[in-house]
């Protein structure tokens, strides 16, 4: 044994964890982490605690009035939330990020701490259907205006804009369900053009594929909830930004609104980071199998799955997304009519015995669903046309199933539609 193993330098147990510049993301994605603690624990520890006791009076005041660094109440912030963020930041190449209770608690965060009424907002139409509704519907009581515009046209979201006005663009790429993509730096060119801040959901990619920094985005919003917890566990939500922007302008409201993330949901999703590298990697390659073969299927009319040559935005997302296409694709079943093409999805899904019938994805299970009648549901038929999303569209968020059982199991449901 090694004098170092037999007797640690005292320096060493706690220092691991801030990540260091040079750093790769699958060692950022392992290592990067608040110190450890005076026991030394190799997996990250849970803190599960409501409130940290304080030094004496004099220090409770001095971090109270923050001129002294420490946790006070979880609320605030907690070790363990602390990692997650950490970790989280570092693999988007983002100078922070605040962790928060759900995707949509990010998405309310971030709307609370930097509009006022009056301001505007310009969304990608394709943007995930309860984002929609919080954007458009709760922002706009309090006066917050938004334009819906194409993800895809750029010129109409050039038109939307509002100088002086317009604050924030949000989009969401790769889209779900049909997976279009949006040009990350132009949208990020017309945001700073009028001085408004682009911010990107990107869940579908997570920064193991896709950093949209890097393209320019100000700041990216996640939610946990899917790859980065991966294993369909948890719900939870984050921004990552500029440290100046998180600090000043988010953080005193997160503080007073409470939408903060619990210490145990942090620490599965801090877990779930330390694989997300490989199962994005996986998935993506195990998606582009499963999509290349529904492409070969007489049953199956199209395919929508950005790692396809076909995909119109092919070379953006491979561009953008590290050349994968990501683990969510969808399809549309051949059909008749609207009636028929329902019935055959149905068929489909209802023959499946592996795929879980579930909305959920981002999960190491392979899930299925029927966007028409679940996710988009609440849309008028109209509403649905104009999204494209039919009665034969099939979502499926790709697994780390073996490639050649999911295929066993969608075919039940095609062969005998041929
Ligand atoms: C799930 C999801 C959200 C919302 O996240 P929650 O954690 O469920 O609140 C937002 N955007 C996208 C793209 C999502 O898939």
Known sequence: MSASRAAPDAARPTDAGAPDASWHPDTIAVRSAVPRTAYGEHSDALFLTSSFVQQDAQSAAARFAGDEDGFIYSRFSNPTVASMEQRLAA???????????????????????????????????????????????????????????????????????????????????????????????????????????????????????????????????????????????????????????????????????????????????????????????????RALELARWLQQQPAVARVHYPGLPEHPQHALAMKQQSGQGGAVLSFEVAAASPQQARERAFALIDATRLCSITANFGDTRTTITHPASTSHGRLSDAQRAAAGIGQGLIRIGVGLEHPADLQADLARGLSPRA
């Open 91 to 285: 693999l988007e190449g983002m100078e922070c990020a605040l962790a928060t209770a759900s995707g949509m608690g990010a998405i309310t965060l971030l709307m609370l701490g930097l509009l006022r009424s009056g301001d505007h907002v310009v969304c990608s139409r394709s943007v995930f259907g309860a984002t929609l509704k919080l954007v458009g519907e709760v922002f706009g009581k309090f006066g917050v205006e938004t334009s819906f515009v194409s993800q895809t046209d750029l010129s109409e979201w050039k038109a939307a804009l509002r100088p002086g006005r317009t604050r924030l663009l949000f989009a969401e790429t790769p889209s779900n369900p049909l997976a279009e993509v949006c040009d990350i730096a132009a949208l990020a060119a017309l945001a700073h053009d009028c001085d408004a801040l682009l911010v990107v959901d990107n869940c579908f990619c997570s920064p193991a594929l896709q950093r949209p920094a890097e393209f320019g985005a100000d700041l990216v919003m996640h939610s946990g909830t899917k790859f980065l917890d991966g294993q369909g566990r948890t719900l939870a939500g984050a921004l990552c930004g500029a440290r100046e922007l998180l600090e000043q302008r988010l953080l005193p409201v997160q503080r007073s609104a409470g939408i903060s993330l619990s210490p145990f949901n942090a620490w599965v999703v801090l877990k779930g980071l330390e694989t997300l590298g490989v199962r994005m990697q996986a998935q993506s390659q």
